[in-house]
């Protein structure tokens, strides 16, 4: 986990690109919830499953295409979507991206 308390950061820059991977960093780990910040090399990807809790996701840079119950959305930088709870949802970097996660467990 990164400790950042009472540190001002940028966070798009607490995780790297890795060629052929998928770079993750928790910025929060609670009972209640968490907040991670990934970076996937392109054409990495998640493929489906479902989460019990809503999370919510921005897109810092690059592009993303994340598909939810079968649909497919393309986000790019500054972008958001919530892949609702006990929905499947899979992703897939068109290009190198990096992505906060935030999900809250209530």
Known sequence: MVNILGQVEELVKLAD?????????EIIKKDNGTVTLF??????GLSEH??????LVYIFDGKV???IA???FNLKAGETIIMPANKSH???A????K???VMIRS
């Open 94 to 97: 068109t290009q190198r991206f």
């Open 39 to 44: 970076a996937f090399d392109k054409g990495q």
């Open 90 to 92: 899979a992703l897939k």
């Open 65 to 67: 295409e994340i598909s």
């Open 99 to 101: 992505m906060l996660l």
């Open 17 to 25: 690109y890795q060629e052929g991977s998928i770079v993750s960093k």
């Open 50 to 55: 479902t989460a019990p809790f809503d999370a």
């Open 70 to 72: 079968g649909k497919p």
